[in-house]
Nanobody, 124 residues
């Protein structure tokens, strides 16, 4: 059974940093594309970033490029999202998802499995 468990969310001031983690189990993590997707209050799903660690490729939404970094620790079966220079518009529930960069509008069916989500709130 695939399991994805996020952690690391919280309340942070604008300009601050957070690192999200996603512990994965039940599949071959090292050969799987992984993504982060977020959902702000009252809005739809927004793709944030994807990583294809087996070919060392990463992708970012324009809204987070240069501020967020996606990475993996294959020995720990863990996906990370380092978020720097956080803005109020980054406030959302962040989900870890099994699968690569989606085409077009994000839909839950674009990914094989989802975590439960972790809340990130950027506010002074």
């Amino acid at each position: 059974e695939v399991q994805l468990v996020e952690s690391g969310g919280g309340l942070v001031q604008p300009g601050g940093s957070l690192r999200l983690s996603c512990a994965a189990s039940g599949f071959t993590f090292s050969s799987s594309a992984m993504s982060w997707v977020r959902q702000a209050p009252g809005k739809g799903l927004e793709w944030v970033s994807s990583i294809y660690s087996y070919i060392s490729n990463t992708y970012y939404a324009d809204s987070v490029k240069g501020r967020f970094t996606i990475s993996t620790d294959n020995a720990k079966n863990t996906l990370y999202l380092q978020m720097n220079s956080l803005k109020s518009e980054d406030t959302a529930v962040y989900y870890c998802a099994k699968g690569g960069r989606p085409l077009g509008v994000v839909d839950r069916d674009d990914f094989g499995s989802w975590g439960q989500g972790t809340q990130v709130t950027v506010s002074s």
